[in-house]
Nanobody
């Protein structure tokens, strides 16, 4: 099982980026994929989660309406489209997989339920 996140970069406030999480060794359609971020000096926090098996997506309140999670089964890739970026979105973003099945709304942001993590990609939003 491997996950690789990429697509980060430097963008001005109000700009957009699209992150990708490429999966290998499994079909993500059977599991949930979460996006997390960690800013310097802060704990890792859940940003969004997608579960293709029951067609559910979740978002953190801080990104609701600005970020959109989606997937491409042919490419076995999950995307995070980030619009209207703010300086407080600056962080290392990474993706992870939950092999135990679709998480609930209460559980999806919890780091320990995820089994494998990919390396992160840096997102920097300048003011």
């Amino acid at each position: 099982v491997q996950l690789q996140a990429y697509g980060g970069g430097l963008v001005q406030a109000g700009g957009s980026l699209r992150l990708s999480c490429a999966a290998s060794g499994f079909s993500f359609e059977d599991y949930a994929i979460g996006w997390f971020r960690q800013a310097p000096g802060k704990e890792r926090e859940g940003v969004s989660c997608i579960s293709r098996s029951n067609d559910i997506t979740y978002y953190a309140d801080s990104v609701e309406g600005r970020f959109t999670i989606s997937s491409d089964s042919a490419k076995n890739t999950v995307y995070l489209q980030m619009n209207s970026l703010k300086p407080e979105d600056t962080a290392v973003y990474c993706c992870a997989i939950d092999l135990s099945g679709p998480p609930t709304r209460r559980l999806w942001p919890i780091v320990k339920i995820y089994d494998y993590w990919g390396q992160g990609t840096q997102v920097t939003v300048s003011s």
